[in-house]
């Protein structure tokens, strides 16, 4: 038997794109020999679909798509993703479902036994976990099909119910086929190897796990479909943050002419990188956009993004702004020249000294002299603000949001200002991270200024202004950070590992304070375990002594 991988880019919602990829992928099995073609889970309607799933008609259009597939396949087989209706009135509405369709008849519709129920994940608003699972006999073998790899990790899922695997195997399946949509992070790929080669050979089974590929506005997938032999040695792994189309050759319990061969994963910041170019380019290209917008100030963290930003839509869809205030220095206004001469982008530069000043002079009654502080230096954050998004309107463009995690976290950033933006693109990336992805861009040649690497970080909002003046060195606030964020340790079991105890309870307060301005920012783009927004959610009024 011959099984195709059809590793595939979805859109949520985009039932035409879909269906028509779907039905390209099974022409293609059939150019080339394959019996069975197999897609991600949810792939007729793209995932997460979230609240589409409670419309009627999206439903419909789901239902509309598997009929179009069946027909497309005359002669062979495929397996594809989708919710159907759960009838039990008991229950949730829906089912998250796999259906196996072989020549033009949908001959099994399996559902999902561990609905994922944490961090982004949310399937237990929306589907009913299956009570029952059972193979499905093709060409002579038995087929054990489940959905998401999540399904292994059942500490992970406070609904469990039984390991369908566990369930299955009395069946005496000859291989497991794993549909999944399985999101990125820098963290997980290697997570992800261990856990679907420990159940390679736990049930001594070969495994062939297809995820899918693409972003979904904040969350990213990043491909990287896997075969395992019932040892649970990896044989194959499809390409990563890029579609892709494999056929493997089963039988007799084997698959065939593949020697055991050792995951290779890419570095963090390669991943991290390639992640983001992806993340970009889907965000636009999925919207209807052609056109990024953003503010360059001759910092790391704008020149990144900038960088980014070309990679994903090409230099000549990106127009970068230089707005220079009375703070700037002229190194920084030569370094922002300098990167838009190397990336080849278009910009502009817009001077906000005299608008920042007219306010200043329109508030001085109310200020009553009044020392500068941080009023002053916001009301320049927010000038920048109404120039990108004036040239946003006039002009079509997308504005990008340029700040990083470690600006997130604490709250350095200003509401309706430099937190503006349709998309944060470094807002899952802490800022010694932004200086790893810039020397990483720089890697075969200078685009970003050494220059801007080298300096230290300042958001120039007043005179000789540096990030160490009110925050600690970026190498130890990313630590705390990390400590309390992704791996959500308490201020004791940080201060326990050596970090002063002041800054930590300074740090974790700052953190807490600023959930307010988190609720408020863009979707950011998700490549770290723990990233802000859907998969965190903290009160923004609650107390809690850390």
């Known amino acids: 038997m011959k099984i195709a991988l059809a590793q595939l880019n979805y859109h949520i919602g985009n039932f035409e794109s879909n269906t028509d990829k779907i039905i390209a992928a099974i022409e293609k099995g059939k150019q080339l020999g394959a019996d069975l073609v197999v897609f991600a889970e949810l792939s007729v309607c793209g995932y997460p679909p979230r609240d589409f799933l409670e419309f009627t008609e999206f439903i419909e259009l789901c239902e509309n798509s598997a009929k179009q597939i069946a027909a ?135 495994l062939l796990y297809v995820n899918q590929v693409g972003s979904q506005t904040e969350i990213i997938f990043d491909g990287g479909s896997t075969v395992y032999d019932a040892d649970g040695n990896l044989l ?120 920042a000043q007219a306010f200043d002079n329109m508030l001085k009654p109310a200020f009553k002299g009044l020392p500068f502080n941080i009023a002053e230096e916001n009301i320049q954050a927010r000038c920048r603000a109404v120039v990108v998004m004036a040239m946003s309107n006039k002009f079509g463009y997308i504005l990008l949001n340029t700040s990083n995690k470690s600006e997130a976290a604490v709250g350095y950033g200003t509401l309706y200002g430099d937190m503006a933006g349709a998309i944060s693109v470094i807002g899952d990336v802490y800022k010694t991270q932004v200086f790893e992805l810039a020397k990483f861009i720089n890697k075969d040649g200078e685009i970003i200024p050494v220059n801007t690497i080298v300096k230290p970080p300042s958001a120039e909002l007043r005179p000789d202004q540096k990030d160490s003046d009110s925050l600690p060195e970026y190498d130890i606030l990313d630590k705390i950070l990390y400590e309390y964020i992704e791996l959500k340790k308490s201020s004791r079991d940080i201060i326990a590992q050596g970090f002063d105890e002041t800054t930590v309870r300074r740090v974790l307060k700052l953190v807490n304070i600023a959930e307010f301005k988190r609720y408020q920012t863009p979707p950011i783009l998700r490549v770290s375990p723990k990233a802000f927004g859907m998969g965190r959610r903290m009160p923004i009024v609650g107390k809690y002594l850390m």
Not at 331 to 340: C, G, N, P, Q, R
């Open 72 to 206: 497309a396949t005359s002669g062979i087989a495929c397996i594809i993703g989708l919710p159907t209706i759960n009838n039990n009135p008991l229950g949730k509405d829906l089912y998250n479902s796999a259906m196996f369709i072989e020549n033009g008849e949908i001959k099994e519709t399996i559902h999902k036994t561990l609905l994922p129920n944490y961090d982004v994940f949310d399937e237990y608003r929306y589907f009913e976990p299956s009570q029952t699972t059972k193979c499905i006999d093709f060409k002579g073998s038995r087929i054990a099909l489940t959905i998401c790899e999540d399904l292994w990790n059942i500490n992970d899922n406070p609904l469990y119910i039984a390991n369908p695997m566990d369930v299955l195997i009395e069946e005496k399946p000859d291989l497991m086929i794993n549909i999944a949509a399985s999101p990125f992070s820098y963290k997980h790929d290697d997570e992800r190897d261990k856990v679907l080669s420990d159940n390679s050979k736990k049930y001594k089974l070969p």
């Open 236 to 355: 194959d792994e499809m390409s990563y943050f890029s579609e892709d189309f494999k056929i493997y050759e089963f039988d007799k319990g084997e698959i065939l002419g593949l020697e055991p061969t050792m995951h290779s994963p890419q570095s963090d910041v390669e991943q991290i990188h390639d992640a983001l170019i992806l993340g970009i380019r889907d965000y636009f290209e999925k919207s209807g956009f052609k056109q990024a917008v953003l503010g360059l100030s001759g910092g790391i963290d704008s020149a990144v993004v900038c960088a980014l930003a070309a990679k994903a839509l090409g230099s000549q869809n990106v127009m970068a702004v230089l707005m220079p205030s009375k703070f700037s220095t002229a190194h920084s206004i030569k370094d922002a020249i300098d990167l838009v001469n190397n990336l080849n982008c278009k910009h502009e530069i817009v001077a906000i000294k005299d608008a």
